[in-house]
């Protein structure tokens, strides 16, 4: 998959921008806030339906506009055209994502089909930061490669918020609201259950392309590797039923506690995974380096997962990724990434580039400027 | 002042109060009002007006009505041993059009909700639980798909069940004249979820 153009309309700071893509690496320069990841947020925003930043549409608009708009022209790997028209009306909350001329009605079903591997500094608090981030990375890889995933998430996140009120509520008028649970607890465990072997599974079979994407990035005796640790223990058993089972048991052992606290206990939003090099986890043991290799090697991992998941490359955005590099490793990276699909990069820095790309029809370099794209 | 009259500032605020109007509609709405004759303007102020004065809820099902007991409460052609629970008077309409339900209906007026507040006390189950005697044969609830929907249609399969009646849900699925291949993955696999012998 790669954009082959798109147009940015009152998106941002951008009031009418357009760029015509190179179906490698496209180069984003420019100073700090001119508008230069805005564009990327424009990709993220096809590929999710909504954006990787914000939480509400309405701060998307440029300033003293009621419309923004995005329109891109996709071309699949093996050549089919995709058009695509979004548009978002600050005045009314209306939001519209139509593909080749046609309204989408459930935006869920856009979601995995336009595959996007995403990369930035605040990123790295995948290995860095709580369990949060971690659950994050898992659940936008899974959405993307597996849409029942994506439903059951959100359908899951809102029963654990109905179930959270009642909890809340009793805890402060002490009482026992076990007959208004129940029902919650029910879907609570219906969700939760297939969130969780979909999870279990995913950390299995992700291992070996952590493992082949580390062995590019270093030559050490180093081996990466993951672990799922769910909020409570599902047995032994490879059986999915077993995780069913545990979820009722625990909810049941956990309901006093529950009642103590105001919230739920059990569940995928309390999932760990843990991530290790040679057995020892990484957040405790791993120095700034080993870090970094294992951040990289999660994405690179993720871009062939979704590859052959959503069997279409994925596009990779990275947003200020090479400020953070020595040359020597920021060209290493430019070398991998090259070979692999389009890339959109943002960078304030010109002189990497040129020692390692050559600019024309493949790979392409703009400068924004306060909104507006000018071709280098 | 945003407007030279008062009055006219006034149609404004009160029309954009309604739901999915905002206020550029509701200016619009209010300008195009302003050039009607005014019977026509009176007409629409007597029906408003009508609905608040007339239509109430039907002492039985909570259905709107202007007569009570509703119209289809008081049919005789009615099987009163089927009531089908839904969420609100909408859903009658609906399933009414299909023509093929003979039973009598019971508007809930909303689905549990803890976000929002909503609690079995604050829809009409207590209702629902008085109205069901021994001419009572089958519970059919038909709600909406979603969380709220389906926490509602397991709290009530819960009291309703110890009384000894048959309760039903309504099936989910594919559309009629829908594909199989386009049906999206996560109704799809509900459907198999509900899969029925033959």
């Known amino acids: ?376 | 002042m945003l407007y030279t009259s008062e009055s006219l500032e006034l149609l404004v605020e009160e029309l954009a109060q309604l739901p999915g109007i905002g206020r550029k509609t509701a200016q619009r709405l209010a300008m195009y009002i302003m050039k009607l004759p005014r019977e026509e303007v009176v007409n629409i102020a007597k029906a408003m007006v009508g609905v608040k004065d007339k239509v109430k809820n039907c002492s039985i099902c909570s259905n709107f009505t202007e007569d009570d007991p509703c119209l289809i409460c008081s049919s005789p052609k009615r099987d009163g041993s089927m009531i089908c629970v839904v969420e609100d008077p909408n859903d009658v309409i609906a399933i009414e059009k299909t023509n093929e339900f003979i039973g009598l209906y019971h508007v809930l007026g909303g689905s549990l909700s803890p976000l929002d507040g909503i609690g079995p006390e604050d829809i009409k189950v207590k209702e629902l639980l008085h109205r069901i005697n021994e001419n009572t044969g089958e519970i059919i609830l038909a709600l909406n798909p979603n969380v709220e929907g389906e926490a509602t249609t397991l709290y009530l399969s819960r009291l309703l069940k110890p009384l000894g009646l048959k309760v039903t849900r309504i099936a989910r699925g594919i559309p009629v004249g829908g594909d199989l291949e386009f049906t999206d993955e996560a109704t799809l696999s509900r459907a198999i979820e509900g899969r029925v012998q033959i």
């Open chain 1, 1 to 376: 998959m790669f954009i082959e153009n798109i147009r940015l309309k009152n998106f941002r700071n951008h009031a009418d921008s357009y760029l015509e893509c190179g179906d490698k690496a496209n180069i984003i320069l420019g100073d700090n806030g001119e508008g230069k990841t805005n564009l990327l947020e424009a990709v993220s925003y096809i590929s999710l339906t909504k954006s990787f930043y914000a939480s509400n549409d309405s701060v998307i608009v440029n300033i003293g506009e009621t419309i923004f708009q995005i329109e891109a022209n996709m071309v699949s790997d093996n050549g089919i055209k995709t058009k695509i028209h979004i548009g978002y009306d600050l005045t009314t909350g209306e939001k519209v994502y139509s593909i080749n001329n046609r309204r989408i009605e459930k935006f869920s079903s856009v979601i995995g089909k336009f595959p996007i591997v995403f990369l930035s500094p605040e990123n790295s608090n995948i290995t860095f930061g709580g369990p949060a981030e971690r659950r994050k990375f898992l659940d936008l890889v899974l959405s993307q490669s597996n849409q029942t995933y994506f439903e059951d998430l959100s359908e899951y996140r809102k029963v654990v918020r109905h179930r959270n009120k009642i909890l809340n509520d009793a805890k402060f008028h002490k009482n026992d609201p076990i007959a208004l649970l129940e029902p919650w607890n029910e879907q609570l465990i219906r969700f939760g259950s297939r969130i969780m072997v979909r999870r279990r599974n995913f950390v299995n079979e992700f291992q070996e392309y952590i493992f082949s994407a580390y062995k590019k990035l270093v030559d050490l005796r180093e081996v990466p590797s993951m672990e799922y640790e769910p909020s409570f223990k599902t047995g032994n058993s490879e059986k999915d039923e077993m995780v069913f089972e545990n979820f009722k048991t625990e909810i049941d052992r956990k309901y006093k506690e529950e009642l103590r606290l105001g919230s739920t206990l059990v569940g995928p939003h309390r999932d760990e995974i843990s991530f290790k090099i040679n057995g020892l986890e990484l957040r405790k043991f791993a120095s700034q380096g080993q870090h970094k290799t294992f951040f990289v090697a999660l994405k690179i991992g993720e871009f062939f997962y979704l590859k052959e998941r959503c069997r279409e490359n994925p596009i990779l955005l990275l947003d200020d990724v090479f400020s953070e590099l020595d040359d020597n490793r920021a060209q290493q990276m430019l070398l991998l990434i090259e070979n692999l699909n389009q890339t959109f990069i943002t960078s304030t820095n010109f002189d990497i580039f040129d020692k390692v790309l050559s600019f024309g029809e493949k790979n392409k370099k703009v400068i924004v400027r306060n909104g507006k794209i000018a071709i280098s």
